[in-house]
């Protein structure tokens, strides 16, 4: 027989590794449970997507009332002077760069209060500015608009001044032209007045606005304007700011700019409810159907719908038809078409700039094809008034602004949201991502053109999808054009559409996707 000394030892580590063996057991449970939870999580991912607020440096935080995707990648974000008398008396005038591949912020010079100004990308990918703040409101004396403009090149990523406006003006919308000109609309003048007509088309070749007296349609501020296939522009009557208390300009229909003609689309649904509505051009272009979304009355109006209505612009005679209805009404709606030709909506609020706390935190996903809305991850952050939404070239989507009505009187503004949140959407979280490799960086329109693949049988779809440029959610810019698709050995190649006012000059990010929708990253190619 052993000592004592001895058998207690043997006691002892008998004990010890029954206690090993018992945590090593009570350790492998929890992991079996947590790869069950890991599982479930994926699956949810895969369905709902997933929000994440980005970090950003309180020097670099500012009130993001402007947001434009560029070819390079990077996100421009105008501040202006903020909504902040303040910061206009002291010529305190901010914008950010954003890089969302490295996280990246960096302070831009501003020359000018930018603030409500219009803007829309050029053909050789520069964004161009116009108008903005000359005087802030003060007492029953309305804002007055600037008529200077600029353009902002991403490579220097500086503004370069040309040519001022023949007008001020304050909320206008700039669009794009099938020639690649663009065209300013609406605003108020360098008095405080709307502008009842008085267009004025930007011409690049020589950087010079020309005042165009024959077209004399008056819209309200910041008005909904898409290019369509045969050149003319839809008015969705879709707007963002000032108009006319007895409803002139509030009717949607096709504008001619050849000869001023105006041709009204009637069937919307709660027609008195378009201010601080949302539209879309629905993906593919090519159907040339547009959404509207949302909206309320006009001013301060507490009133809001839950009214989503559709066009088909192809059909001899227009008429808006029932679309799927909102969650909830809806202002300040954010729609942002997503690279598997569904619609992310996301934000707004029920009441007017988020007034009594009613934000909305609701994203949904919307389909085209079966006109029907799917639940996605709700945003953590609300958005209203001063708010944008735009797609990056990873697949994500990026939220940024908004500037609510403060709890005191719920009149006067409160705190601007300067947080920025970023969705991944369901389509990222389903395995690896089809890969296009070697290519051109022109693609010609009417033309095609050919991409490396390491598996092209897995490639379904190629689209051509034109970057934002957005403010109060107007973004008369963003489309998809889908394309033909010829697979090759290691290779597809691609046809571009033939009609300049589907495709209109300039640069676009290039997706492919395969079967279950997952998307490449984005190739960015020009089309001249």
Avoid at 8 to 21: D, T, V, W, Y
Avoid at 354 to 375: C, E, K, L, V, W
Avoid at 430 to 442: I, M
């Amino acid at each position: 027989m052993g000592s004592p000394s001895g058998s207690r030892r043997r006691n002892l580590i008998m004990i010890l590794a029954g206690l090993i063996i018992f945590n090593v057991m009570s350790c492998t449970r929890p992991a079996g449970t947590l790869a069950t939870f890991q599982s479930a999580r994926s699956d949810e991912l895969s369905i709902s997507g997933q929000w994440n607020i980005i970090d950003v440096p309180p020097r670099s935080r500012v009130n993001a009332i402007h947001a434009a995707l560029l070819p390079t990648g990077k996100v421009l974000i105008i501040a202006g002077s903020g909504n902040s008398p303040e910061n206009f008396d002291a010529g305190s005038f901010t914008t950010l760069l954003w890089d969302p591949q490295t996280g990246q912020f960096s302070l831009i010079p501003t020359p000018d209060d930018m603030f409500c100004a219009g803007h829309t990308l050029l053909p050789d990918g520069k964004l161009l500015v116009a108008g903005g703040t000359q005087r802030y409101q003060k007492g029953t004396q309305p804002a007055h608009g600037a008529s200077y403009s600029y353009e902002f090149d991403p490579q220097t990523q500086r503004y370069e001044r040309v040519a001022d406006m023949h007008h001020g003006r304050w909320y206008p919308t700039l669009v794009g032209l099938a020639d690649g000109n663009a065209l300013a609309v609406s605003g108020l003048d360098e008095s405080g007045q709307p502008l009842d007509g008085h267009h004025e088309l930007f011409r690049r070749d020589i950087s010079q606005w020309i005042e165009l007296p024959a077209l004399n349609r008056y819209f309200p501020t910041y008005p909904a304007l898409f290019l369509t296939a045969d050149g003319r522009l839809f008015y969705s009557a879709s707007t963002a700011g000032y108009g006319h208390s007895d409803g002139a300009g509030r009717r949607p229909g096709l504008w001619n700019l050849a000869d001023n003609s105006f041709t009204p689309v009637d069937g919307l649904r709660d027609p008195n409810l378009t201010e601080t509505s949302t539209s879309v051009l629905l993906p593919p272009a090519q159907d040339q159907r547009v959404m509207v979304l949302g909206g309320g009355g006009i001013d301060d109006s507490a009133e809001s719908t839950a009214r989503t209505d559709i066009v088909d612009l192809r059909s001899p005679h227009p008429h808006f038809t029932p679309g799927a209805d909102l969650a909830e009404p809806t202002r300040y709606l954010s729609a942002v078409i997503l690279p598997d030709d569904t619609v992310l909506t996301t934000g707004g609020s029920r009441d007017y700039r988020g007034r009594g706390d009613s934000n909305n935190h609701i994203a949904r996903i919307y389909d085209p094809a079966t006109n029907t809305f799917r639940a996605a991850a709700p945003p953590q952050v609300g958005r209203n008034y001063h708010s944008e939404a735009l797609l990056l070239p990873d697949g994500r989507v990026v939220t940024l602004g908004s500037e609510r009505l403060g709890d005191d009187d719920n009149s006067t503004p409160g705190a601007f949201e300067q947080r920025i949140e970023v969705y991944s959407p369901p389509y990222l979280y389903r395995g690896s991502r089809p890969v296009l490799t070697v290519g051109p960086t022109v693609v010609p329109r009417g033309g095609t053109a050919e991409f490396a693949t390491p598996d092209p049988d897995s490639i379904v779809t190629a689209k051509l999808m034109r970057p934002s440029a957005v403010t109060h959610t107007t973004d008369v810019q963003q489309r998809s054009i889908a394309l033909t698709v010829v697979r090759k050995d290691r290779a597809i190649s691609v046809r571009v559409p033939a009609e300049a006012g589907l495709v209109p000059p300039g640069w676009y990010m290039l997706f492919v996707t395969d079967r279950a929708g997952t998307p490449s990253v984005a190739r960015w190619v020009q089309v001249p």
